[in-house]
């Protein structure tokens, strides 16, 4: 089944505690792109990387580390973790070619809470 | 990307069709209009998209006016399970990694 996974599903950790949530797609994608959910903001882009070894800024990128070291993995690093990341984080990918991209196909979301 | 504006939200009768409006009136001439929608708080789920010429699917219908600035998602016969936001978002040409799904409308359909 094509899918876009992402672990833990819900993960509870302290200030500080360096803590990374995996992504992977079996779909071949190029195209792959992180993107938190809060209350009131909608849904706001971190990183997305449009193939292996590129990596780009999105709109909300600080306190958050990317590596896109293989197509179908993506993990999303958070060095020190502050309560102010307590979100729910969604995975994406997409086909992506040269500048186009496709509809993306979005992760289950890793609900995180930073006490 | 070109902005997007969409109503905070709408109501639909269970049956009725529900017409969802976005307005992109800065979009350039080969950005295309996605759809998408979030249910509760799952992953956002693709819906449809479009350039020029209107579009149908399995799930909806996608009108997209004349001088591409405005767009209309349609679905036929909404029910209960089509309760969701539903975002309008148009990924810019130039830079076409990034996406901003702003806060998209709030459907409710009731029965």
């Known amino acids: 089944e094509a899918q876009v996974t992402q672990n833990p599903r819900y993960l509870i950790t302290v200030t500080g505690k360096k803590l990374t949530v995996t992504c992977s797609q079996n779909?071949?994608?190029?195209?792959m792109s992180w993107y938190r959910q809060d209350p009131g903001l909608g849904l706001r882009q971190i990183y997305y990387?449009?193939?292996?070894?590129?990596?780009d800024k999105g709109d909300v990128p600080e306190g958050y580390k990317v590596s896109r070291k293989e197509k179908r993995n993506f993990p999303l690093i958070l060095e020190s973790p502050s309560p102010n990341q307590t979100s729910l984080y969604f995975c994406?990918?997409?086909?992506?070619?040269?500048?186009?991209?496709?509809?993306?196909?979005f992760g289950p979301g890793t609900r995180l809470t930073v006490t | 990307d070109a902005k997007t504006t969409q109503p905070p939200s709408m109501d639909c009768a269970e049956g009725r069709a529900a017409n969802l409006p976005c307005n992109h009136s800065t979009i350039s001439g080969n950005e295309y209009v996605y759809w998408y929608r979030q249910i509760h708080s799952q992953g956002p789920q693709y819906i449809i998209h479009g350039l020029k010429n209107n579009e149908t699917n399995e799930m909806a219908s996608l009108i997209i006016t004349e001088d591409r600035k405005s767009s209309t998602l349609i679905l036929p016969h909404a029910t209960l399970r089509d309760t969701a936001v539903y975002y309008c978002i148009v990924p810019g040409s130039l830079n076409a990694g990034k996406s901003t799904f702003g806060d998209g409308t709030t459907l409710t359909v009731k029965p």
């Open positions: 779909m071949n994608h190029e195209y």
């Open positions: 990387s449009m193939n292996v070894e590129v990596t």
């Open positions: 994406a990918s997409s086909l992506g070619r040269a500048t186009i991209v496709y509809e993306q196909y």
